[in-house]
């Protein structure tokens, strides 16, 4: 069975700070990633998606980067945190032949 | 850009009534449609989807797509508490391959009474 794990589980974090969120996979080999952020109740909004290791697609500029270091890995960043980036930040995934994406459990991000 | 947009955007019903949520899209060339239950701090997860016009019955959950009206719905026979959650519809130009990209609806908030 797969399993979607995300880290930190929450984060409290000072404006201007770097940030790190993590990604893991496991069970299911090659599959389509995505990062997600929903405002506090809000709709969710797609950030970056990613179909292959080392290739990563930017769909919202928000002053974020996401990179894909292994097959089942997803890392969000920022070198500098905004007010803004307070939220839920979800991880999904997907196979090639299939719609459906399945969530991770999440990271809440509060930026004091 | 295709757009999502939910209605009501909250709801509050009693148990064992019926409970309707609409969704619309924007773009006719749109093949997967699904919608989405989120518990508070939780992940969403999918409830139901459909690929074509029509109806879907799962259990107490029925989904039904009209794309000539862009249109489709989530009806729960027999709410229950346990069902009180956020509601997110979802859908996709493509349902295979590539980023086939979800846009979400804004939401509809459910409570159920007992």
């Known amino acids: 069975a797969q399993t979607i794990h995300q880290w930190p589980v929450a984060e409290i974090k000072a404006v201007g700070s770097p940030l790190s969120l993590g990604c893991t996979i496991k069970?299911?080999?090659?599959?389509?990633l995505y990062w997600y952020w929903q405002a506090t109740g809000g709709t969710l909004q797609q950030l970056f998606y990613s179909i292959t290791v080392g290739q990563v697609e930017s769909v919202v500029q928000l002053n974020l980067s996401a990179s894909r270091p292994k097959d089942d890995q997803f890392i969000l960043s920022t070198e500098k945190l905004l007010l803004s980036h307070s939220g839920f930040y979800l991880c999904a995934w997907r196979t090639q032949n299939y719609a459906e994406q399945f969530f991770g459990p999440g990271t809440r991000l509060t930026v004091l | 850009q295709q757009k999502v947009q939910q209605s009501p955007e909250s709801l509050i019903v009693p148990e064992g009534a019926m409970t309707s949520l609409n969704c619309t899209f924007s773009?006719?060339?749109?093949?997967?449609f699904a919608w989405y239950r989120q518990h508070s701090g939780k992940a969403p997860k999918a409830l139901m989807s459909?690929?074509?016009?029509g109806e879907k019955e799962e259990g107490r959950f029925t989904i039904h797509l009209n794309k000539a009206s862009l249109h489709f719905s989530l009806h729960i026979r027999d709410s229950q508490p346990s069902d009180s959650a956020l509601y997110l519809c979802?859908?996709?130009?493509?349902?295979?391959?590539?980023?086939?990209?979800?846009?979400f609806g804004q939401g509809t908030v459910l409570s159920v009474i007992p």
């Open positions: 069970g299911k080999s090659s599959p389509n």
């Open positions: 979802a859908v996709s130009l493509r349902a295979t391959g590539g980023n086939n990209k979800l846009t």
């Open positions: 773009d006719s060339a749109s093949q997967y």
């Open positions: 459909i690929f074509s016009n």
